[in-house]
């Protein structure tokens, strides 16, 4: 029984680790407009989604 909480436990977490997501773009200018290559960014808009909410950095 102690097996197969520890293994649930453990499938709740990968699935809630997994559903957590980045997304970075980079940008020359600081109305976002104008996407580059990282090397060349001055500006960089990242979104953090996660199962209740998002995020913008």
Known sequence: MKIQILCSVFLG???VCNSQTNK?????????????EK??????????MR???IFYN
Do not use: G, N, P, W
């Open 13 to 15: 977490l990968t699935l």
């Open 24 to 36: 970075t773009e980079y940008f020359k200018d600081k109305y976002l407009t104008k996407k580059t």
């Open 39 to 48: 090397d060349d960014a001055k500006y960089s808009k990242t979104v953090e």
């Open 51 to 53: 199962h209740d909410s």
